[in-house]
């Protein structure tokens, strides 16, 4: 079994790495620009549920499992989007789809979240706050 990187073009997925255990299908911007924009994430944190509305705009707000609440700005980018928060954090995500799963992956780090749902809209009635 070779451990080669295998590229497939498709609309839908970017490229596919393949090795021995594992293939991973990172969302690009074609499949972002309908999962992202005008919806809420719902994403496991610590074993409990945090939510995060993307506006159309690229303002966003978040709602931590712990009841902290974040406003900021989002941008789609290649491969995924990045987001900036008024407390002063800021990350590069890329979703990384497996069969029946969907993982958001820190570019910077080693931080790991599985989404676990995607709501229309303000779902969650998150507070707007300026960014």
Do not use: C
């Amino acid at each position: 079994m070779t451990t080669s990187p295998l590229y497939v073009a498709t609309p839908v997925e970017a490229i596919v790495e393949f090795n021995q255990e594992k293939i991973m299908t990172a969302l690009q911007k074609e499949s972002l620009a309908i999962l992202i924009p005008g919806t809420t994430h719902v994403l496991e944190r610590n074993g409990k549920e945090a939510y995060v509305y993307f506006e159309n705009d690229g303002a966003a707000h978040m709602l931590l499992e712990d009841g902290e609440t974040r406003s900021g700005r989002w941008r789609m980018m290649d491969g995924g989007y990045a987001s900036e928060w008024d407390n002063g954090t800021a990350g590069r995500w890329t979703l990384d789809h497996e069969p029946g799963s969907l993982t958001y992956i820190n570019n910077d780090s080693a931080i790991r979240f599985r989404m676990i749902g995607v709501l229309f809209g303000n779902a969650r009635n998150l507070p707007r706050q300026p960014a």
